[in-house]
């Protein structure tokens, strides 16, 4: 067993470097190529700039005052667009009809975006939110969760939410 390994440990040798140098240029190779495209994982900036704007956007827009609908009127102006426009655009006209009656104030709050992916002017988010609701008519209240796919596009400047899928 002796001569065995005398005769081929300078190949293994030699292989194991070879297979180390090559581990090392692929890692090097990775980290200095953007293959894929996805920023969410390399650049923290842009990751959470885009985290904060789909958060804070969609916190103003699934909250509602029936006394006072404007604010969120102008935060779907400013956050929405493309599909996500349509469909909140249907969904308000409902609540405006029965909001008032119910008293109805809702409020959200995001508890977890997180980018899936992301290039310089689009990105996928995965979104926990909660939305407590309260009815001063009856004083009743409730929580409910939603899980959201988000997708979001950079329009002059400013993340947009232009799609909503919930899970």
């Not at 990775?30 to 650049?43: L, Q, Y």
């Amino acid at each position: 067993m002796t001569a065995f390994v005398r005769r081929w440990a300078p190949y293994l040798v030699a292989f194991t470097l070879i297979l180390g140098l090559g581990a090392f240029w692929q890692a090097h190779r990775e980290r200095n190529t953007d293959h894929v495209g996805n920023r969410a994982v390399v650049d923290t900036q842009a990751t959470t700039e885009v985290q904060s704007a789909v958060s804070a956007g969609l916190m103003q827009v699934f909250s509602y005052d029936f006394s006072d609908p404007a604010p969120t009127e102008a935060a779907a102006d400013e956050v929405l667009a493309g599909d996500a426009r349509k469909e909140y655009d249907l969904l308000f006209k409902q609540l405006e009809k029965k909001a008032p009656g119910q008293k109805l104030v809702l409020s959200a709050q995001v508890q977890v975006a997180a980018v899936k992916t992301l290039d310089a002017d689009s990105a996928e988010l995965l979104v926990f939110l909660d939305q407590a609701s309260q009815r001063s008519t009856d004083k009743e209240s409730s929580i409910s969760a939603a899980q959201l796919t988000v997708e979001a596009a950079k329009v002059d400047g400013q993340w947009k939410v232009t799609g909503l899928d919930p899970l």
